[in-house]
């Protein structure tokens, strides 16, 4: 059920790490309910409980200024379960790592990587204390895989690649997946060197999954929806053109499709295809 009673500042603490099979975490730090985090506000978009008053009023803010952001969130989560099928089935990483991963939904990335290939090991990233309360949903792997959980901010690359060693071999391709996460870095932060960070930890034939809200389609309504959004939320965001977003992958080859509409990226039917988005998003592979 939705959890609306105030239980303390948000004490966010780096650190807290543990994998499927491990038990809880030590100590999970207090939520903070006075101010809207965007994992509970799309995990609210998404149609799900975990979310606080304050979240549910930023998220119908952005719905009033943006209508067809339900849909896009949507159809974001798919760009996942299909970049994720695709990599596991097809391009054969058997090693994830979901950096901003938000609150546990359907197709999470252990879930798809392991309907595919049982003996997948994922490691999630977020910074949201919600998160972490309910990683014990995000571990239940395989027993032939693994999962892993770390409670870090995505500009932490150093604590991220450090932990996420205990459960990936970074001498062997992995899949970093980016999925609307790098707008709450802002450009005097320089995204493009967090995730250029990220990378090179990552061997040839590792893989990079983006995605990231666009300012360059719908621009009056995504801008009205940006302003309602910053104006009341803690993390503030920043929309990105497609040149911006294509920014991410440079020195990879993207593959085909390109970085494009992520409804757009290899659909699995024509319902998929017609789903309306204003997100871009790409796979590319580090050569």
């Given at each position: 059920m939705a959890q609306d009673d105030v239980a303390g500042d948000d004490a966010s603490r780096d650190g807290h790490w543990f994998e499927a099979g491990g038990g809880e975490p030590?100590?999970?730090p207090d939520f903070d309910v006075r101010s809207a985090h965007i994992a509970r506000v799309y995990d609210y978009w998404l149609g799900g409980k975990d979310n606080f008053v304050v979240d549910r009023q930023v998220g119908d803010q952005a719905?009033?200024?943006?209508?067809?952001?339900?849909q896009s969130v949507r159809?974001?989560?798919?760009f996942l379960a299909r970049a994720v099928r695709f990599l596991a089935e097809e391009a054969g990483i058997r090693q994830f790592l979901d950096v901003g991963t938000g609150l546990p939904s359907s197709n999470n990335t252990h879930e798809v990587a392991q309907s595919v290939a049982p003996d997948a090991r994922i490691v999630y990233v977020d910074n949201d204390p919600m998160v972490l309360a309910h990683a014990r949903a995000l571990l239940t792997s395989t027993r032939e895989g693994a999962c892993g959980y770390l409670h870090a901010d995505a500009r932490d690359t150093a604590q991220i690649i450090e932990y996420a060693s205990r459960l990936l071999?970074?001498?062997r391709p992995v899949a970093i997946m980016l999925i609307a996460v790098l707008q709450f870095i802002p450009d005097s932060e320089d995204p493009w060197a967090v995730t250029s960070r990220l990378l090179s930890a990552a061997p040839p034939g590792s893989y990079l999954v983006v995605s990231h809200p666009t300012r360059d389609?719908?621009?009056s309504q995504v801008s009205e929806f940006a302003q309602r959004y910053n104006a009341s939320a803690a993390e503030q965001a920043t929309w990105r053109t497609q040149a911006e977003v294509t920014r991410f992958f440079?020195?990879?080859r993207v593959l085909d499709p390109g970085v494009v509409l992520v409804p757009d990226w290899r659909p699995r039917n024509a319902a998929e295809a017609a789903t309306h988005a204003a997100m871009w998003g790409g796979v590319a592979i580090k050569g």
């Open positions: 030590a100590e999970v719905l009033e200024a943006y209508p067809g952001l339900a159809a974001n989560r798919a071999d970074f001498s389609i719908e621009t440079d020195g990879l």
